[in-house]
Structure formats: C-alpha cells, structure tokens
C-alpha cells in the first residue's frame, strides 16, 4: 500500500505550459488587429513623447532675458535666443518680427503661431483616443463569436462536456482581456500626453504675458 502511493506521488502527470504566443495565438484572428492596435499605440506614444519633450523646453528666465535684450537695444540678440529655444523661440519670434505695430496685433500673431505649434504636439496623439475605444470593442467581438461558435458546435454534438464548453471559453475570454489592455494603455497614453502639452501651454502663457507687460 505504500509502495502504491509512493508511486502515485512521485510520478505526477506533466502540466501543460503555454507561451505567450501560444496563449495570444487562441484568441483567434481578432487578436490580429488588437495586438497591432498596441504597436501602433506604442510607436505614437514614443514618438509624440519625444517632440513634446523636445519641443517644450524653455530655458529658465527665457521670458525675463528676452524682455532684457529688447530694452537694452539688441534685438539680434533677442532673435538668437528665441532660435534657441525651439517651440517657445518659434512663438516669440513671430512677436519680435512685428514690433512696432500695435501690442493687439502683436498678441494676435504671437496666439496664431502658439496655436500652429501646440496642434503639432497633438498631431496624431487622436489614434490614441481611437485606439482606447475600439480595441475593447474588438476584444469583446472576438469573444462574442467564440461563444457563438461553442454552441453552435454544442448543438452538433450530442456529449455536452463542462470542459468543451470551458476550454473554448477561456480561449475567447483571452480576446476580451487583451483588448480590454491595450484599450486603457492607449487611453493611459493618450490623456499623459496631453497633461504635457497642457502643461506647456500654462507655461507658455505665462511667458507671452512677461513679454506683452513690457510693450
């Protein structure tokens, strides 16, 4: 009797692993358009991430120098810090190339070009939003038909098994968690990105006002 039950311990049935490929692989071809709906998302994230970082930066005092130049007489000087300093440098640029006219108009040119730079920032960022609505979707598609065809083969057959039903579901289920995934990484993605740009936009703004104040 030990003897049976030692051989019943020490000889256990092997477990079945799975890859994630393999595991990615049951959901079906709805997995096809989710899983590059994530690269997609991934590729614009970096990306955008990069020029907005890129793009945003000002140096501290840009403001304050700028104003300095001006009323010590050195426009060039003012010019060259403003091609320094990319987004922010192209913005007041377009303000000192109108000096001399009207600060209204001054203003209006200095909000046109603010407005050119800070739709380049969100150029692109909208296939997040898009992404983070449909990949759900597709993920809940995916599994809908699964069960869709579970009983339809159910009505085929006439040995309805817990485990027939069971091992097709959760390869369909697989569809709904990965779209589920991708769709709050891509929303993640999405409302990160525009606390950035909102972020230099209030920068922005508080720089454009130390510039108009001086006129």
Do not use: W
């Not at 309805?160 to 039903?165: D, F, K, P, T």
């Not at 999405?190 to 972020?199: A, C, S, T, V």
Request: hydrophobic content about 45%; some cysteine; aromatic content about 8%.
């Amino acid at each position: 009797m030990l003897l049976f039950i030692d051989n019943v311990v020490t000889n256990p049935e092997p477990a079945e692993y799975m890859s994630v490929l393999q595991l990615m692989a049951k959901g079906g071809v709805v997995m096809i358009p989710i899983l590059l709906f994530s690269m997609i998302s991934v590729y614009v994230f970096i990306d955008k991430l990069i020029y907005v970082i890129k793009n945003a930066k000002a140096e501290n005092g840009f403001s304050q120098r700028l104003v300095k130049e001006l009323s010590d007489g050195r426009k060039d000087q003012a010019l060259l810090i403003c091609r320094n300093n990319n987004s922010t440098g192209r913005i007041f640029e377009n303000g000192l190339s109108k000096l001399g006219k009207p600060v209204q108009e001054i203003e209006d040119v200095m909000e046109s070009a603010a407005n050119i730079e800070i739709s380049k920032m969100e150029k692109h960022t909208g296939y997040l939003g898009i992404i983070a609505g449909i990949a759900p979707m597709l993920g809940f598609i995916g599994t809908i038909s699964g069960v869709i065809k579970i009983f339809y083969n159910i009505s085929l057959s006439d040995n309805i098994s817990i485990g027939l039903i069971a091992d097709g579901l959760y390869q369909k289920m697989i569809c709904s968690a990965t779209g589920l995934i991708v769709g709050v990484v891509a929303y993640a993605f999405y409302h990160y990105l525009q606390m950035q740009i909102d972020r230099y936009s209030s920068r922005l703004h508080e720089h454009v006002l130390v510039f108009i104040k001086s006129l």
